[in-house]
């Protein structure tokens, strides 16, 4: 790792701009020492540290040292491309131009991601191309004859066009289907089980675990990067999320009286078809009974509600859905495989099956480690509901399916320590056999940033925080001339202190309360001196180098809302094992998301800024103390002319 990572290396040879770090050189020894001693490993890595090239050049090296195959795993798709696009070809160079070795690697996305041909020559058949899409359906079928991987980033189709031609899971059989030699998706499938390297997002990774491991080939070593998230996302991939709209389409589908109704295309036998008819005119109501009864669970005002018992009012939705079931398995013995309806057939019938699957363990609560909740749709005007189900701890199956199945897996992010000690995630990863490293960001804090904490200001909870709270923000982004972001833990505090706010500065306020965070964050990039006020989205992940943010305000401490259902479960659990919730769970969660929100101020060497905390509680309370020593040391200033005068 010297000879790469050193003053004077390779890297230094391959990138004018190199600069050396001993906590990369530090963490990519580690990891090359974890692989070797088949370890797994736990490593925070401050920001500025060049954690990605610390982790991919050892673990790609030992892979093609040893003939294993690696998987890369992050949170998003843009990091995913990242990777593929910028990070991973440093490496490549530096392995053929100093080692003479060479490696393949391959993005790995969801089925849905990719067209199938044999669905788009259906359409075709069918004769549902409107006029208007014919030249689409010309540059499509051109990328089909030219056996190229192709995705729908390729093609931008609207959603309408790609929901007819995309691939679905449940009517995908590679060894019944005719196209299977040219097929795209199959093509990718091929690419990945040779690659040496496939990099992917955690969603993908773990609906693959959800899948029974089918989807993807198998592989050696893993690397979560953005480790910090994997429980959040893991829960909801392995649980389910059932939608009102999502159950009526499947069974629309089925109905006898349109022109795109499977039954009336499908079935021939006068009398099944008419049976299986009379079985979809009596579920419809049902389903719309039942949901109502969901919706009137719901409280006034509430965005969630957990379930706690059997749900009464779903087992006639379940019967009656079982019955459609049974009548569609005995259509389907009736139906030619060359039907080109037969597709649309069994994707249906697939949906359908998984959701009774999914719905029968709501309304029967089935699994004793999940919990289940109604949670009302932010994005419909109609108020409609979906119900919930995930696993309220994954360390049992993160351990089983991943921890101990895997040669080696390594953990890394810029926040996974609560005052410098792992056991908290070690815990809820159920991660063992391993090491850890520790880290600090290679920035230097105590010049780059100044730390603002109010300590005149009310407790959160009294009623006149919200005022004083907008006073003490107001002053520095006042100070800052705007380019600030402002991170608040729920809409109501963000809404109120917005419109008080509006009283006291003069700078363009883009909010998520307003628009969308990616179109809030769109306008606050293009609009100089404003101020961006999100909530959760915007405490990870926002990557605003330089002047684009010289001043983070944090209102609250991060808490986890404690009547959220999975939190709320959580929290029982802890307290069922004996132990203190609020130090067992709601500390270190609150701490890891701080973290996260300070590390949105210092993105490169030489970016400046403010920190400020607007919750005097870091101050007064005991616990308050894992909040400050999780972060980098820095100035710390109490007033904004004590700021004025340090800062400026
Ligand atoms: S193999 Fe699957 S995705 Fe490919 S064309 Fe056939 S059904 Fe479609």
Redesign the pocket.
């Known amino acids: 790792m010297d000879r790469i990572f050193d003053k004077k290396g390779y890297l230094s040879e391959i990138l004018p701009a190199y600069e050396f770090r001993n906590e990369q050189l530090a963490m990519s020894a580690f990891i090359l020492e974890r692989l070797y001693e088949s370890e797994n490993g736990v490593i925070e890595a401050g920001t500025g540290t060049g954690k990605t090239l610390a982790y991919l050049i050892p673990a790609i090296l030992y892979c093609l040292e040893n003939d294993k195959k690696i998987t890369v795993s992050t949170e998003t798709k843009t990091l995913q491309k990242q990777l593929i696009d910028k990070d991973i070809p440093i490496v490549k160079e530096i392995f053929s131009t100093y080692f003479n070795m060479d490696f393949s690697f391959s993005i790995c996305l969801g089925?849905s991601n990719?067209p199938?041909?044999?669905?788009f020559e259906a359409v075709l058949r069918a004769g549902k191309v409107h006029a208007g899409d014919l030249n689409k359906f010309k540059k499509i079928s051109r990328l089909f004859n030219s056996r190229e991987i192709f995705t729908n980033f390729d093609l931008n189709l609207p959603a309408y066009l790609w929901d007819e031609i995309k691939?679905e899971g449940d009517?995908?059989?590679?060894q019944r289907?005719a196209?299977?030699s040219g097929?795209?998706?199959?093509m990718a499938r091929r690419q990945w089980g040779q690659s040496h390297c496939l990099v992917m997002n955690h969603h993908l990774f773990f609906a693959n675990i959800a899948s029974g491991k089918t989807y993807l080939p198998p592989f050696d070593i893993v690397v979560f990067d953005e480790a910090h998230s994997v429980e959040e996302i893991a829960a909801a991939q392995i649980g389910f999320n059932l939608g009102y709209r999502e159950l009526l389409d499947i069974v629309n589908r089925f109905r006898g009286d349109t022109r795109q109704s499977l039954i009336q295309n499908i079935i021939t036998n006068e009398r099944l078809r008419s049976r299986c008819i009379d079985s979809i005119a009596k579920v419809i109501p049902e389903i719309n009974a039942f949901y109502e009864d969901m919706r009137k669970l719901m409280p006034e005002g509430k965005n969630s509600i957990r379930i706690r018992d059997r749900v009464a009012s779903g087992n006639q939705l379940i019967e009656l859905l079982k019955e459609c079931m049974t009548l569609m398995a005995e259509a389907d013995r009736g139906i030619d495989d060359e039907n080109p309806w037969r597709?649309e057939f069994d994707i249906a019938r697939g949906k359908l099956f998984n959701y009774i699957e999914s719905l029968a363990s709501f309304v029967f609560q089935h699994n004793a480690n999940y919990v289940y909740w109604i949670e009302r749709d932010s994005d419909t005007l109609f108020g409609d509901v979906s119900l919930r189900g995930q696993p309220v701890d994954v360390s049992e199956i993160v351990n089983r399916e991943i921890v101990t199945f895997y040669d080696s897996s390594i953990f890394v992010s810029a926040t996974l320590a609560v005052d410098g000690d792992f056991s908290y995630i070690v815990k809820r990863l159920g991660i063992e056999h391993h090491k850890m490293l520790f880290l600090e960001s290679s920035f230097d804090y105590k010049i780059q940033a100044v730390l603002y904490i109010a300590r005149d200001i009310p407790d959160p909870a009294d009623g006149a925080y919200n005022e004083q709270a907008s006073t003490h923000a107001a002053g520095i982004i006042n100070l800052l001339k705007g380019n600030c972001l402002m991170l608040f833990t729920s809409y109501k505090t963000l809404r109120e202190v917005r419109k008080i706010m509006s009283g006291l500065i003069d700078y363009t306020v883009y909010s998520q309360d307003i628009s969308s965070a990616t179109d809030a964050l769109d306008q606050y990039i293009k609009h100089e001196n404003a101020v961006l006020m999100g909530t959760h989205s915007f405490w990870q992940g926002l990557d605003l180098h330089g002047d684009l943010v010289r001043g983070v305000i944090m209102m609250k401490l991060p808490f986890a809302v404690p009547d959220s259902p999975p939190v709320e479960a959580k929290m029982e659990r802890i307290v069922a094992e004996g132990k203190d919730p609020f130090y067992g769970f709601q500390i270190p969660e609150a701490v890891i998301r701080f973290k996260q929100g300070f590390g949105r101020l210092i993105r490169s060497s030489t970016d400046r800024g403010i920190v400020a905390v607007l919750d005097s509680r870091i101050l007064r309370k005991s616990y308050g103390k894992y909040f400050l020593k999780s972060v980098p040391e820095c100035r710390i200033v109490h007033s904004i002319r004590e700021l004025e005068e340090t800062y400026f």
Do not use: D, K, P
């Open positions: 089925g990719y199938c041909r044999m669905r691939r009517s995908c059989n590679a289907c196209f299977a097929c795209a998706f199959q597709t």
